[in-house]
């Protein structure tokens, strides 16, 4: 069985000032992990992933994210919040059985910028 | 390469009618999911095809069922439509050779049901 909690539903900073979304996972096996973002009336958009590669991701519009295996987290980081990273963030977890992956969504965050 | 397209954009239906969605994938991807989103929920797996089988399946009702066809598009059928259904339904394709493929999404269709 596999799971992820995203620990905050929703987060507000500054413009120009760090971005941190945390999550946390729960699998069996060693799992893949990705997170999308959403914008409003939009469908979803792979920021990055993890697939037992390195533990520190970077994906597209400065992101990364750290995998933390003895923490069970896969926190979103950004050095420097832009007004169009508003929107809605999800931690994704894959099972890893060939032929037999679904994705399991965290409930969301959704990240509000402050001019 | 063009990304996924889904049609309709936008549908309203009544109680009782039934419903068909069409998703097209990447070119070359064989996989296609279908999710579930809706405010109380969130965002939940329905099926996923494979090569026009269905390879997967969530913990859905039997009035949701879908089918892919030899060129890798799929539709979802959804029957007896409940207010419930009102949701945005996003398809995925992927290559479907491995297990960290990366699922690509569509825009969805926003079904409204009065």
């Known amino acids: 069985a596999q799971s992820v909690t995203q620990l905050d539903s929703h987060v507000s900073v500054s413009e120009g000032t760090p971005v941190l979304l945390r999550c946390n996972y729960s699998?069996?096996?060693?799992?893949?992990l990705f997170w999308y973002v959403q914008h409003p009336n939009k469908g979803l958009q792979l920021l990055l992933k993890?697939?037992?590669?390195?533990?520190l991701v970077k994906g597209i519009n400065g992101f990364e994210a750290e995998f933390k295996k003895s923490e069970t987290s896969f926190h979103l980081t950004k050095p420097s919040a832009h007004m169009s990273d508003a929107a809605e963030y999800f931690c994704?977890?894959?099972?890893?059985?060939?032929?037999?992956?679904?994705?399991?969504f965290g409930t969301g965050t959704r990240l509000t910028i402050i001019p | 390469k063009a990304g996924v397209t889904q049609t309709p954009r936008y549908l309203i239906k009544t109680r009782g009618q039934q419903v068909t969605l069409s998703c097209s994938p990447i070119?070359?991807?064989?996989?296609v999911s279908w999710y579930q989103q809706t405010p109380g929920q969130g965002l939940q797996f329905l099926f996923e095809?494979?090569?026009?089988?269905?390879?997967n399946k969530g913990n859905f009702p039997g009035r949701f069922s879908g089918r892919q066809f030899s060129n890798s598009r799929s539709e979802m059928n959804v029957s007896t439509l409940e207010l419930g259904d009102s949701a945005l339904y996003l398809c995925?394709?992927?290559?479907?050779?491995?297990?960290?493929?990366?699922?690509?999404f569509g825009p969805g269709t926003r079904l409204t049901v009065l």
């Open positions: 995925a394709s992927r290559l479907g050779q491995g297990e960290s493929d990366t699922q690509y």
């Open positions: 699998s069996s096996y060693s799992p893949s």
């Open positions: 993890y697939t037992s590669a390195a533990t």
């Open positions: 994704v977890v894959s099972a890893p059985n060939f032929g037999n992956e679904k994705l399991t």
């Open positions: 070119s070359g991807h064989r996989s």
């Open positions: 095809y494979f090569s026009e089988t269905q390879r």
